[in-house]
């Protein structure tokens, strides 16, 4: 929760609407998406924010695992010429993460509906 709260912005959002400068929106992709990609040469380095045995119990291929809470202590892992997709289970952690490598000036997507969503799309594929 919030402790000290200094002020709020009043109509939310629509208060910013004439200012674009101030608003940066995440890029977001869907499982489908994010399998397309991976076939391709230039395909993005997918890291997964969940805890050490979420990912030991199942992750995407390839993926490499820097959980949530030691993504700012491994920035220098991570390679800013290359795209990164970031997941976790559901969307929740991997949304702060990509906000997080944002800040630091990497190109990000964050996987809408995480590794959940990845395993929907993979078992309907076959």
Known sequence: GFDRVLGQVQDGMAALSDRPDLIAQARRIDAAELACRLTRADRPLIIDVRRHDEHAAGHLPDSRNIPL??????????????????????????????????????????LLGGYAAWTARSSLSG
């Open 69 to 110: 809470q030691i993504l700012t202590q491994s920035l220098g892992q991570l390679p800013r010429e290359r795209e990164l997709v970031v997941h976790c289970a559901g969307g929740y952690r991997s949304a702060i993460a990509a906000s997080v490598l944002a800040a630091h000036g990497f190109v990000v997507s964050d």
